[in-house]
Every structure is written in structure tokens, then in C-alpha cells.
T-cell receptor
Framework: NAGVTQTPKFQVLKTGQSMTLQCAQD?????MYWYRQDPGMGLRLIYY???????DKGEVPNGYNVSRLNKREFSLRLESAAPSQTSVYFC?????????????FGPGTRLTVL | QKEVEQDPGPLSVPEGAIVSLNCTYS??????FMWYRQYSRKGPELLMY????GNKEDGRFTAQVDKSSKYISLFIRDSQPSDSATYLC???????????FGTGTSLTVIP
């Protein structure tokens, strides 16, 4: 099993450009999450999807959109990138909709916005 | 006030030492508690997972939860250089989907 995979691993954007971060999991998990990690701020939840067909905002959703394409895939889109979105982005998945089983993380995407 | 507080360190110990990592929290609704290990430039890896109060042991790792004090701990026995990483605590309620993370403690185990 590959677990949680993310593409791309690295990306440099100019201000105003758009891009989509891809995430897929092969553990048949119901819930999927997008986080950003910044120094001194820890992991902050951007959006999550409790099950296929549903998405909800997390702590820092502004400037992002998500799509739960199917049970396996959950993408994060930046419509007009800003330097404040420079960060490391992690996708995660969890078996139980209430998160009781903990989360499994992907390797991350390092994004720089110039 | 943040819901989960964690001392960022850094913490530096000699090989073989017992390490104690801690988090405090403010929300009594938290029921599930987790510890993650994150190596540099990698994703967090789930280490330990406990429900409610008590202890859980897995090899050299012991997770402890004291709900009355809103305090959780991770103990690492016989620490190894390979334990050098950032350790994140996390917790969640009985319902809902949001996880609440500490900012992480950086640990270095010196050979």
C-alpha cells in the first residue's frame, strides 16, 4: 500500500497564478484533510471532507477551494496564489468520520509563492 | 488562548536517556489523544493513539493521559539518535472531524 500520496512535491508560483495540489489514499478511508504547516504555527486545517461528496471549512480556508473527487482523491486549489500561501501542505486521511483512529499523512508539498 | 499548548523546545538529550514530552489542553471535550513523529522535511507519522485517561505502552514509547489535569505525556525510554525528530501531540472530540495539534517539540538525541 502506498498510503497517502501527494503531487507535486515542490512548486514555485508567481503571485496571481493558480494551481491544484493532488492527494490520493489507498486505505479506503472515509475522511480526508488538507493542512498547512508554517514555522511556529503548527498544523492548521484548511478544509476537510468527512465522506465522499461532503467538504467543510477548517481554521484557514480563505484563498483555497477543495474537491472530493471520489473516495480516494481530495484536491486543493489555489485560484490566485499570494506570498502568504507559501507553506508546506499536507494531506491526511482517517478511517473513522469522528477521527477516533488517528490520521495518516502524505509526504507534503512545498509551495513557494514569489 | 490556544486549545493545545506544547513547549517547542528544542530538547537535547544523550543517547539512552528517558525523554518526557508534554502537552496541555483547555477543552474538556477532547477524548482521543495522539502523538506524531515528524522527521525533517517529511510528513507526520502516527506513533501512539489513546482514548480517555490512562497509559498505553508500545515498545520504548509510553503515552499517558491525565484528563483531570488536561495534560498528556509521551515518554521515550532508552532514546536513540533515530528518535531525533519533532514530536506533535494532537487530540479530537468524540464527535466531529477536526483534530487539534500542538506546535511540536524538537528533540535531538546525541550519540
Amino acid at each position: 500500500n502506498a498510503g497517502v500520496t501527494q503531487t507535486p512535491k515542490f512548486q514555485v508560483l508567481k503571485t496571481g497564478q493558480s494551481m491544484t495540489l493532488q492527494c490520493a489514499q489507498d486505505m479506503n478511508h472515509n475522511s480526508m484533510y488538507w493542512y498547512r504547516q508554517d514555522p511556529g504555527m503548527g498544523l492548521r486545517l484548511i478544509y476537510y471532507s468527512a465522506s465522499e461528496g461532503t467538504t467543510d471549512k477548517g481554521e484557514v480556508p480563505n484563498g483555497y477551494n477543495v474537491s472530493r473527487l471520489n473516495k480516494r482523491e481530495f484536491s486543493l486549489r489555489l485560484e490566485s496564489a499570494a506570498p502568504s500561501q507559501t507553506s508546506v501542505y499536507f494531506c491526511a486521511s482517517s478511517e473513522a468520520t469522528s477521527g477516533r483512529a488517528g490520521q495518516f499523512f502524505g509526504p507534503g508539498t512545498r509551495l513557494t509563492v514569489l | 488562548q490556544k486549545e493545545v499548548e506544547q513547549d517547542p523546545g528544542p530538547l537535547s538529550v544523550p543517547e539512552g536517556a528517558i525523554v518526557s514530552l508534554n502537552c496541555t489542553y483547555s477543552n474538556s471535550a477532547f477524548q482521543y489523544f495522539m502523538w506524531y513523529r515528524q522527521y525533517s522535511r517529511k510528513g507526520p507519522e502516527l506513533l501512539m493513539y489513546t482514548y480517555s485517561s490512562g497509559n498505553k505502552e508500545d515498545g520504548r514509547f509510553t503515552a499517558q493521559v491525565d484528563k483531570s489535569s488536561k495534560y498528556i505525556s509521551l515518554f521515550i525510554r532508552d532514546s536513540q539518535p533515530s528518535d531525533s525528530a519533532t514530536y506533535l501531540c494532537a487530540m479530537t472530540k468524540n464527535t466531529g472531524n477536526q483534530f487539534y495539534f500542538g506546535t511540536g517539540t524538537s528533540l535531538t538525541v546525541i550519540p
